[in-house]
């Protein structure tokens, strides 16, 4: 998969999202080190003002390989919702990929954009 085609399929997961009327706007931008390599950045603002922070460093030479990621969602006075990453902690946690809930971190799967916007979502729509 080139990176193109990747941006593609995410544009395309926002538009479907954005149809919700709960994403008031969004920004995708990609810094692309070869044609599957690269940094790929986007910043979506939900209609009570929070918002969703994505960044993934990708290998797409021989399967999807997220070599790092962050989906940072907070609320409009910028306060953690939840964040899923793979950053490194100390002390070292037993599992890279993991997601962050107020003080807890817990095991996650390497989440997709899908998922995560399914996740913020839901919460908007028990909340109205």
């Given at each position: 998969?080139?990176?193109?085609?990747?941006?593609?399929?995410l544009?395309k997961?926002?538009?479907?999202?954005?149809?919700?009327?709960?994403?008031?706007?969004s920004?995708?931008?990609?810094d692309?080190r070869t044609?599957?390599i690269g940094?790929?950045?986007?910043?979506?603002?939900?209609?009570?003002?929070s918002?969703?922070?994505v960044?993934?460093?990708?290998?797409l030479?021989y399967?999807?390989?997220?070599?790092?990621?962050?989906?940072?969602?907070?609320?409009?006075n910028g306060?953690?919702i939840?964040?899923y990453d793979?950053?490194?902690h100390?002390?070292?946690?037993s599992?890279?990929?993991?997601?962050?809930?107020g003080?807890s971190i817990?095991?996650?799967?390497?989440?997709?954009?899908?998922s995560?916007?399914?996740?913020?979502?839901g919460?908007l729509?028990?909340?109205d």
């Amino acid at each position: 998969m080139l990176l193109t085609e990747y941006l593609s399929e995410l544009t395309k997961t926002i538009d479907e999202y954005s149809k919700t009327g709960l994403m008031i706007s969004s920004e995708l931008n990609i810094d692309a080190r070869t044609e599957k390599i690269g940094l790929i950045k986007a910043t979506t603002t939900f209609s009570d003002e929070s918002k969703l922070f994505v960044t993934e460093y990708l290998d797409l030479r021989y399967k999807t390989d997220k070599l790092s990621y962050s989906f940072h969602y907070q609320d409009n006075n910028g306060s953690l919702i939840f964040r899923y990453d793979n950053a490194v902690h100390k002390p070292i946690q037993s599992f890279r990929n993991h997601k962050h809930t107020g003080d807890s971190i817990l095991q996650s799967a390497v989440p997709e954009l899908r998922s995560v916007l399914e996740e913020i979502i839901g919460g908007l729509l028990k909340r109205d």
